[in-house]
């Protein structure tokens, strides 16, 4: 069994963080797989602060867990909420691109699951099982 995590970041002009990687196409929420010894909250923060120098300055909301099995026949994915952090210009040479997106106003090449987790979000949308759109 695999498990990752995934943050929604949100500004106070309620705007999502997005991250384009070197190493695939698109744009995701900031998250990636968790450490052994690892709580998912814990890999939450400390992925955070690797991709894109985000440090909660309240505790992450926990939203969802969600079967991934599109990546892995047993991976699931932690979806957390922040909206209170601070960020520091942190280089990641996995990260090509940051920033933050009004929902109306998301890169194209933003990644379905991205845009459908946003909306169970921002919307109050109940949220499905599993994490692939399809």
Do not use: C
């Not at 695999?2 to 997005?18: P, Q, S």
């Not at 106003?105 to 699951?113: F, G, I, V, W």
């Amino acid at each position: 069994m695999t498990a990752g995590a995934r943050v929604m970041v949100i500004d106070k002009k309620n705007r999502v963080l997005l991250v384009r990687h070197t190493y695939m196409p698109g744009w995701y929420l900031p998250g990636g797989g968790i450490e052994s010894g690892e709580t998912m909250r814990d890999g939450a923060v400390r992925e955070l602060w690797e991709e894109v120098g985000v440090v909660p300055t309240a505790d992450l909301q926990f939203f969802s867990l969600y079967a991934n099995f599109a990546e892995f026949r047993s991976d699931h994915v932690a979806l957390f909420v922040v909206r209170d952090f601070e960020q520091q210009d942190r280089p990641n040479v996995e990260i090509a691109e940051s920033g933050f997106f009004a929902a109306d106003a998301l890169p194209e090449d933003t990644s379905d699951a991205t845009r459908v987790r946003i909306r169970e979000v921002l919307e109050g949308l109940p949220p499905p099982d599993y994490w692939a759109v399809s």
